[in-house]
């Protein structure tokens, strides 16, 4: 390369800088719904495991974790959502006083369809007291998403 030459960048297949931006964005949307503020936090359990949460209430009263996907959840995708709806259902048996709202913040209604029906997801996470939002992006923040998860499928 030559000294004035330009460089072509680009972005790394796995990159998800895309969702992690669009995960802040709809942590906002959903805090203009609810009225509140959301904040990521760490949260430590009493016996010293500790979780990163998306979004928690200053006073810990909702707890939040997103996921910005477009389009039907994969298998794993899937788990993924029952993994956060338990992260949050467990840090709400050790916090007190217990959160009042658990929430999975989702992007696209597509993404959580499977959780809707009768399957037993949907029936685990609506028994661990989380409830399911999706908010709505702007088409703008709809299309970096589908390029990410178009970079990123394997």
């Known amino acids: 390369m030559r000294v004035g030459e330009a460089v072509e960048t680009s972005t790394a297949a796995g990159d998800s800088s895309e969702q992690r931006r669009v995960e802040m964005l709809m942590l906002t949307l959903l805090q203009q719904k609810l009225g509140i503020t959301l904040a990521p936090r760490r949260l430590h359990s009493p016996d010293g495991a500790f979780i990163d949460v998306d979004g928690v209430a200053t006073n810990n009263s909702v707890l939040v974790e997103c996921w910005a996907h477009q389009g039907t959840a994969k298998v794993a995708q899937k788990y993924k959502l029952v993994?956060?709806?338990?992260?949050?259902?467990?840090?709400?048996?050790?916090?007190?006083?217990?959160?009042?709202?658990?929430?999975?913040?989702?992007?696209?209604?597509?993404?959580?369809?499977?959780?809707?029906?009768?399957?037993?997801?949907?029936?685990?996470?609506?028994?661990?007291?989380?409830?399911?939002e999706v908010v709505q992006l702007q088409d703008d923040d709809v299309l970096a998403l589908v390029e990410a998860q178009r970079r990123q499928f394997r």
């Open 83 to 132: 993994n956060d709806a338990a992260k949050l259902q467990w840090a709400a048996t050790w916090l007190s006083p217990r959160p009042a709202g658990l929430f999975l913040c989702v992007s696209d209604e597509a993404a959580v369809k499977h959780l809707r029906g009768t399957s037993w997801q949907g029936a685990a996470i609506r028994q661990m007291g989380v409830c399911l």
